[in-house]
Nanobody, 127 residues
Framework: VQLQASGGGLVQAGGSLRLSCAASGRAAGSYYMGWFRQATGKEREFVAVINRRTNSTRYVGTVKGRFTISEDGDPNTVYLQMNSLKPEDTAVYYC?????????????????????WGQGTLVTVSS
């Protein structure tokens, strides 16, 4: 398993959760790691991504100011700190990694730009 996601669970609206994604093997050498999510009946969507060389980040508008992606704990582990959770944040969250490097300030965010995917972790936010 190259990407191992964990940390999902049930939380009340307004609460917090922290997801972890541990990379191993080839994924440990990825330049970007990100999170996507898929709610029941909806398509999978981008949430956040981090450039592991520069620590630059990118977020979808609906989570800006509430979610923070970082790599400041265990080696080769990316975290998604989720605060002020809302019922609409309920979804299966997937971590993904890319070994393709884009020069300049561009940060990938499309699913096709990430070659390695982990299993999902379910986040349920109750109202």
């Amino acid at each position: 398993v190259q990407l191992q996601a964990s940390g999902g669970g049930l939380v009340q609206a307004g609460g917090s959760l922290r997801l972890s994604c541990a990379a191993s093997g080839r994924a440990a050498g990825s330049y970007y790691m990100g999170w996507f999510r898929q709610a029941t009946g909806k398509e999978r969507e981008f949430v956040a991504v981090i450039n592991r060389r520069t620590n630059s980040t990118r977020y979808v508008g609906t989570v800006k100011g509430r979610f923070t992606i970082s790599e400041d704990g265990d080696p080769n582990t990316v975290y998604l700190q989720m605060n002020s959770l809302k019922p609409e944040d309920t979804a299966v969250y997937y971590c993904a990694a890319s070994r393709t490097y884009w020069s300049g300030s561009y940060i990938p965010f499309q699913q096709s730009q990430f070659a390695t995917w982990g299993q999902g972790t379910l986040v349920t936010v109750s109202s």
